[in-house]
């Protein structure tokens, strides 16, 4: 049996942010590093979308950025000047080629292209067994996400962020390259919170998607069609499709972190890295890591490492309401954007307001169903 300091189970997004830091901060380099994953993270299978001011920590690796988002429903449109933030986008395949190339020169970090089958924490060691090995270490960090924990309690709901993406190429030139599409939600909401969201790379090339935030996954034909019915609204006629993503994102403020051990790490979405009220994933992750990393050089119980904001609560309240009356997701965002600053919103998204910014934003939304929502929630 192979030993090491540290194991990550799984190689999703918030592990190799954290192997990342770990290696940008060189405290580690006297450390033995396993990452354990199935996938070899050779293809693009994702996007990852997120707001922030210019030259941050990735921008090496931004695909597509822009200064302007655009905000809609079926009575109105709003451009939202995004200053000082611009929203980024940056692709699955390249980020995975950046940090495998950081971490290849390490001699401490190993990569196994294993399937994991189980972990257990015995007597302040992890004994980790995938298909063909087993190993140990004295610390795991574990992204191996598994809905069932939250699916057999009913405390905190569960909703999914699950989308179907079309890349296309088309013939007009209708798309505004300098503008993405936050959310449209002229599409008809079928009694769920659903909008359209583009990505423009050019007049005439896209990444279209047809999002829902609620419980239940559609047909795949039924996202499709609602792709197909929007494009045509576009005025598009003729096009290619160049690439299809889907995905699948858990918003949940189901409290993860009480699953910690004291050697054991719950990360990413199996953490409740993920923004339980957006599904946003990338920039969270990345201040989690980094605090993760400095935790390290700090602590030794991992009991200790999650910290509860006022956040958590904020978005305890939108999922209740979203779980109990998804089709009014339109109205609450459509209340929020119609006339708030739009980067005091998103600075609000990102959890980095004061309660007298807090205040400024929730003021804009419905407020009889967010009271009820809270006294619920209190007397719950």
């Known amino acids: 049996m192979r030993n090491y300091d540290y194991i990550f189970a799984g190689t999703g997004l918030s592990a190799l942010m954290t192997v990342y830091e770990m290696v940008l901060s060189k405290n580690f380099s006297?450390?033995?590093?396993?990452?354990?994953?199935?996938?070899?993270?050779?293809?693009?299978?994702?996007?990852?979308?997120?707001?922030?001011?210019?030259n941050g920590r990735y921008e090496n690796l931004?695909?597509?950025?822009?200064?302007?988002?655009?905000?809609?429903?079926?009575?109105?449109?709003?451009?939202?000047?995004?200053?000082?933030?611009?929203?980024?986008?940056?692709?699955?395949?390249?980020?995975?080629?950046?940090?495998?190339?950081?971490?290849?020169?390490?001699?401490?970090?190993?990569?196994?292209n294993q399937k994991i089958v189980s972990f257990q924490e015995e007597d302040n060691r992890v004994f980790v067994k995938t298909e063909t090995e087993e190993f140990s270490c004295h610390k795991l960090f574990n992204s191996i996400f598994n809905p069932k924990e939250i699916l057999e309690q009913d405390k905190y709901p569960l909703l999914q962020q699950h989308f179907i993406g079309w890349k296309i190429k088309s013939s007009e030139a209708v798309?505004?390259?300098?503008?993405?599409?936050?959310?449209?939600?002229?599409?008809?909401?079928?009694?769920?919170?659903r909008f359209m969201y583009v990505l423009p790379f050019s007049e005439n090339e896209a990444l279209i998607e047809y999002t829902l935030f609620?419980?239940?996954?559609?047909?795949?034909?039924?996202?499709?069609?609602?792709?197909?019915?929007?494009?045509?609204?576009?005025?598009?006629?003729?096009?290619?499709?160049?690439?299809?993503?889907?995905?699948?994102?858990?918003?949940?403020?189901?409290?993860?972190?009480?699953?910690?051990?004291?050697?054991?790490?719950?990360?990413?979405?199996?953490?409740?890295?993920?923004?339980?009220?957006?599904?946003y994933t990338f920039k969270s992750a990345s201040k989690k890591s980094?605090?993760?990393?400095?935790?390290l050089g700090?602590?030794?119980?991992?009991?200790?490492?999650?910290?509860?904001?006022?956040?958590?609560?904020?978005?305890?309240?939108?999922?209740?309401?979203?779980?109990?009356?998804?089709?009014?997701?339109?109205?609450?965002?459509?209340?929020?954007?119609?006339?708030?600053?739009?980067?005091?919103?998103?600075?609000?998204?990102?959890e980095e307001t004061s309660f007298y910014e807090d205040i400024q934003v929730i003021l804009k939304c419905p407020k009889g169903i967010f009271l009820k929502a809270l006294f619920d929630r209190l007397y719950k």
């Open 30 to 54: 006297d450390k033995k590093i396993l990452l354990l994953d199935a996938d070899l993270k050779k293809t693009n299978d994702r996007t990852w979308c997120f707001w922030e001011k210019p």
């Open 62 to 112: 931004v695909h597509k950025k822009w200064d302007v988002a655009v905000f809609s429903n079926e009575k109105y449109t709003r451009d939202l000047d995004l200053k000082p933030y611009q929203y980024k986008m940056i692709q699955g395949l390249d980020f995975y080629k950046f940090v495998f190339e950081i971490i290849s020169a390490e001699k401490n970090i190993e990569f196994f």
């Open 175 to 193: 798309f505004f390259p300098e503008k993405a599409t936050f959310m449209d939600f002229s599409v008809a909401q079928k009694g769920n919170t």
């Open 214 to 279: 609620s419980k239940d996954l559609l047909s795949e034909e039924e996202y499709e069609e609602a792709i197909k019915d929007y494009i045509k609204k576009l005025g598009i006629k003729n096009y290619e499709i160049l690439e299809k993503e889907t995905g699948n994102i858990p918003m949940t403020s189901y409290q993860f972190w009480n699953k910690n051990s004291k050697n054991i790490l719950n990360i990413g979405s199996a953490g409740g890295w993920t923004k339980a009220s957006t599904g």
């Open 290 to 295: 980094k605090a993760l990393v400095s935790f």
């Open 298 to 350: 700090q602590e030794n119980d991992f009991r200790k490492f999650h910290k509860r904001t006022k956040f958590w609560f904020y978005d305890l309240l939108l999922l209740d309401i979203l779980a109990q009356k998804n089709q009014v997701g339109s109205s609450i965002f459509s209340a929020m954007f119609k006339k708030g600053n739009p980067s005091l919103i998103f600075k609000f998204l990102d």
